[in-house]
């Protein structure tokens, strides 16, 4: 004769989970046994598995309780085709930000392996590929505190945290070549990676070419003695510089030696 009852431990089986979990769902309401004899044995229908894989499915998808109770106690096809569209867009939702979460880590990874691997302090001459990078003015003064400095960056990463964005590396800013001629360091654009939804007005590609590259580890004033010295190196070595300097952040927080010292990477287009 065909079996159509099973006890507790042989459904469980079946459904390859333990018998406190069927334990849980009865007292839960969510799947009851079909039988319950008056010494309190519980005998579960074989039809039931199909009860327990929508179960399972609806748990998957990442339902509440109070979801998969609604659905299983009262089915209406148009309400759960909803709930199923719902249920997909959420999921594509938390598909795109794995995704961008990927992106980031291995961004971080290859800049900080760049970063560990460098050879500092050494004017280094070298093919770029074009970079498009999104621009923002900082608005940064000579005689902005390291306060209004922290806030303006909070404030630039908070805007994309509305956006549900996360900007991508390389991260870094623009100095402009005459003033850091005249000693003057003033950040005039900060730059990360552009995006496809990057404005043409916040767009900047930095062309491909040949680039005089100095990386440096050090304090505040280490870093201008080093880019002081960094154009007449340049020409020094029979070269014309050709743009403004791009500053690239090179990981400080994870490789700096102090609370003082700070890691950058400078570019400059030559010829």
């Not at 399972?56 to 339902?63: F, H």
Request: with cysteine.
């Amino acid at each position: 004769m065909e079996k159509r009852l099973l006890t507790t431990g042989e459904f469980a089986k079946l459904c390859g989970i333990p018998k406190g979990t069927l334990l849980f769902y009865d007292k839960e309401g969510l799947l009851k046994p079909k039988h319950v004899s008056e010494n309190g044995y519980r005998r579960y229908a074989i039809e039931q598995y199909f009860e327990f894989d929508l179960l399972s499915m609806l748990k998957e998808v990442g339902s509440s309780l109070k979801e998969i109770k609604t659905h299983l106690r009262q089915m209406d096809g148009e309400a759960f085709l909803s709930f199923l569209e719902e249920k997909q867009a959420a999921a594509q939702r938390e598909l795109n930000r794995l995704k961008q979460r990927t992106l980031v880590l291995g961004d971080m990874a290859e800049c900080l392996r760049e970063a560990l691997n460098f050879d500092y302090d050494a004017l280094i001459v070298e093919q770029q590929e074009e970079e498009r990078l999104e621009v923002m003015p900082t608005g940064a003064t000579p005689s902005e505190s390291q306060w209004e400095l922290v806030m303006r960056f909070a404030e630039y990463n908070d805007a994309y945290k509305k956006q549900e964005q996360k900007p991508r590396s390389p991260f870094g800013f623009i100095l402009a070549l005459d003033d850091v001629r005249r000693g003057n360091h003033l950040e005039r654009y900060s730059f990360h990676r552009a995006r496809r939804t990057t404005p043409r007005s916040r767009l900047h590609v930095k062309p491909a070419g040949t680039y005089a590259t100095l990386a440096h580890n050090g304090t505040e004033e280490t870093h201008r003695q080093a880019l002081a010295g960094m154009p007449g190196e340049i020409v020094s070595a029979g070269m014309t510089i050709k743009s403004d300097i791009y500053v690239y952040d090179m990981m400080s927080y994870v490789i700096k030696e102090t609370g003082d010292c700070y890691a950058l990477k400078y570019c400059v287009l030559v010829e």
